[in-house]
């Protein structure tokens, strides 16, 4: 990978993962209520799954999902049942008080879930090694490459919108403010859900 592409990569990676999905709704929830250190598991869960997702496409397995169409809806149409269900669960939760967060384990489980069944994601890493990776060069000197800058940039992105979650959390929100905001992430969740089903 030339300077030039890498710093093309960087730029397309940079724009991924900063732009609001699922996972920047997960980190903001998680942080507001959990605040900052205990959010940092759901960065832990993206960095996991962005590990695997990375590993994965390397092997071609992104390349066969984007091959066989049937298995890509099926997973399309599982991921969006998964944020549709968690946004109207939150939905339903927001004018209740703020329970106490869920244990460090939980936290991880249910950012792994979201990162996992999440199309953006999938689509990241397809465009990521479709239009970067060249098939002509030796695979392993580009992953060198690859798999530093995108974990580098994917920690810095998701540890910046836990810190906006838990800013949030800090301020004097007021009940109704806080009904708001959780009702309007909730509905964020719902929204790539069901973009997400029509896609």
Same mark, same amino acid.
């Given at each position: 990978?030339?300077?030039?592409?890498?710093?093309?990569?960087?730029?397309? $990676?940079?724009?991924?993962?900063?732009?609001?999905?699922?996972?920047?709704?997960?980190?903001?929830?998680?942080? $507001?209520?959990?605040?900052? *250190?205990?959010?940092? $598991?759901?960065?832990?869960?993206?960095?996991?799954?962005?590990?695997?997702?990375? /590993?994965?496409?390397?092997?071609?397995?992104?390349?066969?999902?984007?091959?066989?169409?049937?298995?890509?809806?099926?997973?399309?149409?599982?991921?969006?049942?998964?944020?549709?269900?968690?946004?109207?669960?939150? $939905?339903?939760?927001?004018?209740?008080?703020?329970?106490? *967060? *869920?244990?460090?384990?939980?936290?991880?489980?249910?950012?792994?879930?979201?990162?996992?069944?999440?199309?953006?994601?999938?689509?990241?890493?397809?465009?990521?090694?479709?239009?970067?990776?060249?098939?002509?060069?030796?695979?392993?000197?580009?992953?060198?490459?690859?798999? *530093?800058?995108?974990? /580098?940039? /994917?920690?810095?992105?998701?540890?910046?919108?836990?810190?906006?979650?838990?800013?949030?959390?800090?301020?004097?929100?007021?009940?109704?403010?806080?009904?708001?905001?959780?009702?309007?992430?909730?509905?964020?969740?719902?929204?790539?859900?069901?973009?997400?089903?029509?896609?």
């Amino acid at each position: 990978m030339t300077t030039g592409d890498w710093l093309v990569f960087a730029g397309f $990676w940079a724009v991924f993962v900063a732009s609001p999905g699922p996972n920047a709704v997960n980190c903001v929830l998680v942080a $507001w209520r959990a605040g900052l *250190p205990r959010a940092l $598991w759901c960065v832990a869960a993206i960095l996991t799954q962005a590990t695997l997702f990375l /590993t994965a496409a390397a092997l071609g397995v992104a390349a066969l999902l984007a091959a066989t169409p049937g298995a890509a809806a099926a997973l399309t149409l599982a991921g969006a049942a998964v944020l549709i269900g968690l946004g109207i669960r939150a $939905w339903r939760r927001a004018g209740a008080p703020v329970a106490e *967060p *869920p244990s460090d384990g939980a936290i991880y489980l249910r950012a792994l879930a979201i990162a996992t069944f999440n199309a953006k994601s999938l689509a990241g890493y397809l465009a990521a090694f479709t239009q970067f990776v060249r098939a002509d060069l030796p695979l392993a000197p580009q992953m060198v490459a690859i798999y *530093p800058t995108a974990l /580098t940039l /994917t920690a810095l992105a998701y540890t910046g919108w836990c810190a906006l979650g838990a800013a949030l959390g800090r301020g004097a929100l007021g009940v109704v403010a806080s009904l708001w905001l959780r009702r309007a992430l909730a509905a964020c969740f719902i929204a790539y859900g069901v973009a997400l089903a029509l896609l």
